[in-house]
T-cell receptor, first 113, second 115 residues
Framework: SQQGEEDPQALSIQEGENATMNCSYK?????LQWYRQNSGRGLVHLIL?????REKHSGRLRVTLDTSKKSSSLLITASRAADTASYFC?????????????FGKGTLLTVNP | GAVVSQHPSWVICKSGTSVKIECRSL??????MFWYRQFPKQSLMLMAT?????????EQGVEKDKFLINHASLTLSTLTVTSAHPEDSSFYIC???????????FGSGTQLSVL
């Protein structure tokens, strides 16, 4: 089952606007990660935020983490057409002896030029 | 950043044949690799965790005899889809991590189409 649940499922904006995606998770975490996937390609790691961090920045990306609400948000500022992709949050979960990264359902972001 | 290479990028095969997909970590040793499956417009579904030198750990509902995983070295894991059928058509992605609990590096994926 998916640990993370993103919303919205799809988001369409104009170039230059900001895009905000949210993620909720269910269990305790050590860190939460965001990944990007262009259509038909593998995933690329964007940013990792640890459970003792509340906010993290990387270029035009801003990630927040609220462990009390078990939620995170990814903000992309001044969006570009090249930001069009699917964005997933992911958390590590242990199932018995197996430690695995579980992905949310993702948000499909479309940035219109 | 670390590079994970996955081959082939796409494959078309006849029903009943077997297909092997390779996943290599090019610049680091990966004791653990992960194999995911993805259907169009859906998220990644973990199929199995590949452990170097030992048996893979399969997720519930994934047939281990259908999806054979071999992790013979610290830089190579292979997924073999045996006796492929049209319902096995999907996008398969491998990934590896430098360490437990850290970020994953992904291959570029393999689009499998079974006719």
């Amino acid at each position: 089952s998916q640990q993370g649940e993103e919303d919205p499922q799809a988001l369409s904006i104009q170039e230059g606007e900001n895009a905000t995606m949210n993620c909720s998770y269910k269990t305790s975490i050590n860190n939460l990660q965001w990944y990007r996937q262009n259509s038909g390609r593998g995933l690329v790691h964007l940013i990792l935020i640890r459970s003792n961090e509340r906010e993290k920045h990387s270029g035009r990306l801003r990630v927040t983490l609220d462990t009390s609400k078990k939620s995170s948000s990814l903000l992309i500022t001044a969006s570009r057409a090249a930001d069009t992709a699917s964005y997933f949050c992911a958390t590590w979960n242990s199932g018995g002896s197996n430690y695995k990264l579980t992905f949310g359902k993702g948000t499909l972001l479309t940035v219109n030029p | 950043g670390a590079v994970v290479s996955q081959h082939p990028s796409w494959v078309i095969c006849k029903s009943g044949t077997s297909v092997k997909i390779e996943c290599r970590s090019l610049d680091f040793q990966a004791t653990t690799m992960f194999w995911y499956r993805q259907f169009p417009k859906q998220s990644l579904m973990l199929m199995a965790t590949s452990n170097e030198g030992s048996k893979a750990t399969y997720e519930q509902g994934v047939e281990k005899d259908k999806f054979l995983i071999n992790h013979a070295s610290l830089t190579l894991s292979t997924l073999t889809v045996t006796s492929a059928h049209p319902e096995d058509s999907s996008f398969y992605i491998c990934s590896a991590s430098r360490g437990r609990g850290e970020k994953l590096f992904f291959g570029s994926g393999t689009q499998l189409s079974v006719l």
